[in-house]
């Protein structure tokens, strides 16, 4: 399975590289060769100077491959090469730039995107990069500057204590959709803050919980708090849970 896996990630790379506009592409370090993994897909970045090929030109260039779409939000194509889920994310240059030069505040979505951008560029596969701009941007990202740290730290720490102001909310109107909604937002933006603290990108979503742990810098008490505030078994409620959500955050901000 690993060879049908190889030829996938081949062609992709031969098909996006053979685009004028295109400088580099990489295949998300998520992405691995045991298909039965619950988890397992195909996700490719593809870094682009200028405007991309039209829809229609890049259908035609995955000819062949089922259940094609493309993404009208946001710079995505999804579809399947030989029963194999495959994933194409189209990033501009200009995108990354404004990490490596410090130019992220009031850029919302790119905020909101977080590190884990930068983490794929610095560990993916590299399948094509046409001048060696993939070789000398993971050589910039080690010097992130301190701009774009603290503008991810402070839009991080914004939307978390937002977060955790909306669970109160929620408990008192016993309301549980937006209750649930608001423990997802917290636990996200808590995530986010802890790795900007330690000055490590962002893995994968799916990985999280693993990599959560090897961090250097963690809260005192922040495993069995972590714990009894993303757990539904311990028989917490609502209004504990906001509590412990409340002293995690403070732990989690003492951190800078």
């Known amino acids: 399975m690993k060879v049908k896996v190889e030829k996938a990630a081949e062609r992709i790379g031969g098909i996006c590289s053979g685009w004028a506009e295109v400088e580099a592409v990489s295949l998300a370090e998520m992405s691995g060769d045991d298909?039965?993994?619950?988890?397992?897909?195909?996700?490719?970045?593809?870094?682009?100077?200028?405007?991309l090929p039209g829809l229609d030109e890049r259908r035609r260039a995955f000819?062949?491959?089922?259940a094609f779409e493309s993404s009208l939000v946001q710079a995505k194509d999804r579809f399947l090469l030989d029963g194999l889920p495959v994933r194409l994310e189209y990033k501009p240059l200009s995108a990354v730039e404004l990490f490596l030069d410090g130019s992220l505040a009031g850029r919302a979505s790119l905020l909101s995107a977080g590190t884990y951008p930068l983490h794929r560029l610095a560990h993916?596969?590299?399948?094509?990069?046409?001048?060696?701009?993939?070789?000398?941007?993971?050589?910039?990202?080690?010097e992130l500057p301190p701009g774009s740290w603290e503008a991810l730290r402070d839009h991080?720490?914004?939307?978390?204590?937002h977060s955790l102001a909306d669970i109160a909310a929620a408990a008192r109107r016993d309301d549980p959709y937006f209750y649930l909604e608001s423990i997802a937002g917290f636990a996200r933006q808590a995530i986010a803050l802890l790795f900007v603290a330690n000055r490590v990108?962002?893995?994968s979503h799916r990985s999280i919980e693993a990599k959560l742990r090897e961090l250097p810098r963690l809260p005192d008490d922040f495993g069995g708090r972590w714990e009894s505030f993303l757990r539904?078994?311990?028989?917490?409620?609502?209004?504990?849970?906001?509590?412990?959500?409340?002293?995690?955050?403070?732990?989690?901000?003492?951190?800078?």
């Open 35 to 51: 298909v039965l993994d619950p988890y397992f897909s195909l996700s490719f970045d593809v870094f682009h100077a200028s405007s």
């Open 201 to 203: 990108f962002e893995p």
């Open 124 to 142: 993916g596969l590299v399948l094509f990069d046409r001048g060696g701009w993939i070789s000398s941007t993971r050589a910039r990202c080690g």
């Open 63 to 66: 000819e062949g491959v089922g």
């Open 232 to 256: 539904s078994d311990l028989g917490i409620s609502r209004e504990q849970r906001y509590e412990i959500g409340s002293l995690l955050a403070k732990s989690i901000l003492s951190l800078g």
């Open 156 to 161: 991080a720490a914004a939307r978390m204590e």
